[in-house]
């Protein structure tokens, strides 16, 4: 059978060698055309799709593992308001009295006083387009307040609430209308001692520390009252037939409302409050170390101080004017030898203001860096290359007591418990300037000029290894924290100037709020000896940017206490809502602290076991006004709570004539999960302790001499105890004696025979 066989075989390439792609092509080729053949633009389109889908259901995925577990998660107990208060819905700031008894709410025509137990409104300061946007209060005497208040014009006014009136003492802040400055921020002492005044002015931003005269503002008003009671019911004469009315105890005579019955005697302090006391009275003096009373109500028959005559009060004195840290410059010094004569003494080490570095040195570092960087620094915005680019610095302060490294005031007993320092840091600032506030300021270098020169160099320095960007006290000034950028938290032991705890909260944000908590919410176990008082650990609540919260113990025994730290940021895109706004503790639970998310969640958490107790819920047609800035206070020693809410349908009239905005009152002794708390008050705790050398012999020797009594009857006991040892001695020592005797008689008899 014939055969064909085709001519040049060998030079005609199989279909599927031809396909073949060599080693470089493969190589170069997109890998996703080994698969797919489409051209171009589908293929990128085909692409995007792809890693939209991708990331479509990663998110979709997550969210669903996130309402999963948010389903089998046990919810805490969800608990509604039992007042709405529309009087006060356009409140703008709440400010609770230290002692509890009183709500202060700014309003957009003043301040306010509301009865934290009763909800009732005492007194109101009003005027016209003064709308009050900030207030800070401090408990100057018994039932007796210093108020400073900052409108929305950025002016700082300062109230004295007394016998239910509120009274404007001084506008700390006049413009003489060459320059407007504006207040941002006013801080008290603690008992109203000094005042802190932020001011702003362009791009301008200082301190002014006001001295205030709290003890003469006391017996003013005190003085006031008493005459204008006597005004209003002059005492009878006594009639020769009647007997004439026995004095009270404090040796002054009881008046009557004229609408009302006699003033008992036991709502004498309530209604005329510290009335009877002199400020150098010893119950007076004693309102310094006392805790607050209890909350109760004022009578409504008591007088207000209306005629006294405001400009003959007492006027405040500023005594220190504190200005931000001047950037680095150079020397310009012409040698290194006159640069040393241009330095200051060293008192005041590591601020920086004073060095042997040369101007040009300095330009010589800046046009290296300029060139090294020039492609990164012309994406910089226009604004950033101006001169007055520079961010503005903005201070945070603190006032502290007297201690063993700034020890002005120690020696004078009047000034006990009274602050004489000033701590200050500024926005993105490492350092920490401690200013003295019992120095005297400079006379003026020209003898025709009476401006006196108020601003110090600080008197001391602790410089930080970050940027300090959160600062607290204790109550008592003993403890000072820092909170710096890195998420480091440093505590100070201020009355001896040593560092006693160190800790890194968190490596993924800053810190941004320090509390501190009394050493009673830590279970520590107390030995009865040593008879006097021994250091304690103290707790500090800490709060990051990150949305963690944290109680770091801190002190001695610190290290055997172990505290869950509390999360509510899982580290996932779009959680931010979960980061917290406020926190603050209750004033008589102090392990149960409130927390305000961005989400609008009020929630009451045990800050000791990390357990979320219940949810504080507005009803279903509100929510919290402004979350991420809540308008929030806490009264009555934390028995009542105060919410500002607004409205979700603004077209919707839930409640007739209502208003958009209500406050709403939560009575928190009402909650049944708070109950086991509320019937286990704990005690307050000392911060620190320091016990000198002198007290503690003086215990020792005190325990010894009470128990005099008891180391007798033990010590006879041991006399006799050990008279029955001697006799038991000599009677074996006898026996003893006997034995060898009659030994030694058998062996000369034996001799003999």
């Not at 407007?180 to 001011?199: M, N, P, R």
């Not at 004017?321 to 410059?329: A, M, Q």
Request: charged share 20%; with cysteine.
């Amino acid at each position: 059978m014939p055969v064909y066989v085709r001519k040049n075989l060998l030079s005609i390439t199989p279909p599927s060698l031809s396909e073949l792609l060599s080693d470089d092509d493969e190589f170069l080729t997109d890998p996703e055309q080994l698969h797919d053949q489409l051209p171009q633009p589908f293929r990128m389109i085909d692409k995007i799709l792809n890693y939209l889908v991708d990331d479509v259901w990663d998110i979709v995925s997550s969210r669903e593992a996130v309402r999963i577990e948010e389903k089998l998660r046990v919810r805490p107990p969800q608990y509604e308001c039992a007042v709405q208060m529309q009087d006060f819905g356009s409140a703008s700031c709440l400010a609770d009295s230290v002692d509890g008894r009183y709500i202060f709410a700014g309003l957009p025509n003043g301040v306010a006083i509301i009865d934290a137990a009763s909800q009732n409104r005492l007194g109101q300061w009003e005027e016209d387009n003064v709308e009050i946007t900030s207030i800070h209060v401090c408990l100057m005497a018994v039932q007796m307040y210093l108020v400073a208040t900052i409108d929305d014009m950025g002016v700082c006014r300062l109230f004295c609430c007394a016998f239910e009136g509120l009274h404007l003492l001084k506008v700390l802040n006049e413009s003489d209308g060459s320059t407007k400055t504006v207040a941002s921020k006013c801080q008290l002492s603690q008992e109203g001692d000094y005042a802190a005044l932020t001011l702003e002015s362009g791009t301008d931003c200082w301190v002014e520390i006001f001295k205030l005269p709290r003890d003469n503002w006391i017996r003013e008003f005190e003085t006031a009252h008493a005459t204008m009671l006597k005004q209003q019911h002059p005492p009878k004469p006594p009639s020769p037939v009647e007997k004439t009315e026995p004095e009270s105890a404090d040796g002054g005579v009881e008046f009557s409302h004229p609408s009302e019955g006699p003033i008992a005697a036991g709502n004498q302090e309530a209604s005329g409050g510290s009335r009877s006391q002199s400020p150098g009275s010893p119950k007076q003096q004693s309102s310094r170390t006392t805790s607050p009373q209890p909350p109760s109500a004022v009578p409504p028959g008591s007088q207000s101080v209306a005629q006294i005559n405001i400009a003959n009060l007492s006027k405040p004195n500023m005594v220190l004017r504190i200005k931000p840290p001047v950037p680095l410059s150079g020397n310009n010094a012409s040698s290194v030898q006159n640069a040393f004569k241009t330095i200051d003494d060293g008192t005041v080490i590591g601020s920086g203001s004073n060095h042997v570095i040369l101007t040009p040195h300095l330009e010589l570092r800046k046009t290296a860096f300029t060139l090294h960087h020039e492609k990164d620094l012309q994406l910089l915005s226009e604004d950033n290359d101006k001169e007055t680019g520079r961010p503005r610095q903005t201070p945070s302060l603190v006032f502290l007591n007297a201690g063993k490294m700034l020890p002005a005031g120690l020696e004078s007993a009047a000034n006990v418990g009274r602050p004489n320092s000033v701590a200050v840091t500024w926005s993105g600032c490492t350092n920490l300037y401690h200013y003295n506030l019992l120095k005297t300021s400079k006379a003026p270098t020209d003898k025709r000029s009476s401006i006196v020169d108020i601003e110090h160099k600080p008197d001391m320095l602790w410089p930080n290894a970050c940027a300090i960007s959160a600062i607290a006290t204790s109550q008592d000034t003993s403890l000072l924290a820092l909170g710096l950028e890195d998420g480091s938290v440093v505590v100070w032991d201020k009355y001896i100037g040593v560092p006693i705890a160190t800790h890194r909260v968190t490596k993924t944000g800053s810190i941004n709020y320090l509390c501190f908590l009394n050493p009673c919410v830590l279970s520590q176990s107390l030995t009865d000896y040593p008879p006097y008082l021994t250091p304690r650990a103290s707790g500090l609540l800490v709060g990051a940017t990150d949305g963690s919260i944290q109680m770091v113990p801190c002190g001695r025994g610190s290290d055997d206490i172990s505290v869950k730290s509390m999360t509510w940021l899982s580290g996932q895109k779009g959680e931010s809502e979960q980061i917290f706004s406020m926190v603050e503790p209750l004033p008589a639970i102090p392990n149960v602290i409130l927390v305000v998310k961005h989400n609008g969640e009020a929630m009451l958490h045990d800050i000791c076991t990390s357990q979320t107790l219940c949810e504080v819920t507005l009803p279903k047609t509100h929510k919290i006004t402004s979350p991420w800035s809540p308008i929030v206070g806490i009264g009555a020693e934390g028995q009542m709570l105060y919410i500002k809410g607004t409205q979700l349908d603004p077209n919707e009239d839930y409640i007739p004539n209502s208003g958009m905005t209500s406050l709403f009152v939560f009575q928190l002794r009402s909650f049944p999960t708070l109950d086991k708390y509320w019937k286990r008050l704990p005690e307050s705790q000392p911060y620190t302790v320091h016990v000198t050398t002198d007290k503690r012999v003086e215990e020792l020797l005190a325990e010894r001499m009470s128990q005099q009594g008891v180391r007798q009857v033990r010590m006879q006991d041991r006399w006799y105890k050990l008279r029955a040892e001697v006799d038991a001695i000599q009677k074996y020592r006898e026996s003893q004696n006997a034995t060898v005797a009659g030994d030694a008689k058998k062996t000369e008899k034996f001799r003999s025979g």
